[in-house]
């Protein structure tokens, strides 16, 4: 089967878009926050991989192409925030001060679960860029020695996680304003966060894109002093 | 031919930002520097919102799909998982709720604070 697929040059963008289509009319179907598009995607294109025993790098030959225009897409987050730039201009403390909240939160966190489940310096600096855009943390990741397969992991499991939760848990803890809703879910889950606050609003779009790429930058700043904490 | 012009111009930017991590010796990514550099040419003017809007707005309505060829890597990476799966899905998961809610309520708090000032 693998030969065979691999002989059809659309094969991975067929799989990952049908995959998707899947997804989106499950959700429609069910309703459920479960049947996430881009979770239930990933499982199908995993599975159809497994059972016709298909090679990843068969798939990601054709899907590669669909993969890389992330970059040119983070580069057009720049149009829902400049939109919105206005909500910056008003609210300079107040965004500042959640950006920087987001970062130190999510160092100490990784900090004291990392003393909580003993591991070691390698294993901690592997968890510590989780929260941040895949690209950035992997190469800090390889700087102080930690394991770059394993941090994107972390990210991918941290950015579904906000895709997935990040609307109901603001709802539950009474984040009600749209930009602190955005800003939050850029902070805590990067592009894959980023993806489901634009789907929400317009607001919630622009500052996750503005706090995806100012916690990056911010992560590449701190990240030396918590490194060497442990 | 307008999304030509627009994909064009698009690319032309992630292009720079490509360059600015070719040449800048930080973790940075490409994808990052043309996101400012986007924001920058917009607020001075030098490409204007109908240059870009259109074909930017297809894109990000189509990002979620673009996560998808990557997120299925996972399948490559099992092995990885298992060495620290424990702590790797408690840490990856309960810290995302914690950085959601401590930046989420110290902006919301702040933001109705700036606003009743007014």
């Known amino acids: ?230 | 031919m307008k999304y030509v012009q627009q994909f064009l111009i698009i690319i032309l930017v992630t292009a720079l930002g490509e360059l600015c991590h070719a040449l800048i010796p930080l973790p940075i990514p490409g994808s990052v520097y043309g996101l400012v550099l986007m924001l920058v040419a917009l607020m001075t003017g030098i490409i204007k919102l109908p240059q870009v809007e259109g074909a930017a707005k297809f894109l990000i309505e189509i990002m979620p799909v673009m996560f998808v060829p990557a997120t299925s890597g996972l399948i490559n990476n099992f092995a990885a998982m298992r060495q620290m799966l424990l702590p790797l899905l408690v840490i990856s998961i309960l810290t995302t709720f914690i950085v959601l809610i401590i930046s989420g309520k110290m902006t919301d708090v702040l933001m109705r604070k700036g606003e009743k000032d007014e």
């Open chain 1, 1 to 230: 089967m693998n030969e065979f697929v691999a002989g059809i040059a659309s094969f991975g963008i067929l799989l990952t878009i049908a995959a998707y289509q899947l997804g989106a009319y499950l959700r429609k179907k069910t309703g459920s926050v479960f049947c996430n598009p881009m979770l239930v995607a990933t499982a199908t294109v995993i599975a159809v991989l497994l059972v016709f025993k298909i090679d990843y790098a068969t798939y990601y030959d054709g899907a590669r192409f669909i993969g890389y225009l992330l970059t040119p897409t983070t580069v057009c987050l720049a149009v829902p925030l400049y939109k919105q730039i206005s909500v910056l201009k008003e609210h300079p403390v107040a965004i500042t001060c959640g950006v920087l909240s987001g970062v130190v939160a999510s160092m100490v966190s990784i900090f004291l679960f990392s003393l909580l489940f003993r591991l070691d310096h390698a294993s901690y600096v592997t968890m510590l860029p989780k929260s941040i855009t895949t690209a950035i943390g992997i190469s800090l990741t390889e700087e102080y020695g930690g394991y770059p397969a394993i941090t994107a992991i972390a990210i991918m499991i941290t950015g579904i996680t906000g895709h997935i939760a990040a609307e109901k848990t603001c709802k539950l803890f009474r984040i009600h304003h749209p930009a602190a809703v955005g800003l939050a879910i850029g902070a805590a889950s990067h592009a894959m966060g980023t993806s489901r606050a634009l789907e929400i609003g317009e607001v919630e779009g622009a500052m996750s894109s503005l706090a995806l790429a100012v916690c990056g930058i911010v992560t590449v700043i701190v990240i030396p002093v918590f490194a060497h904490l442990m």
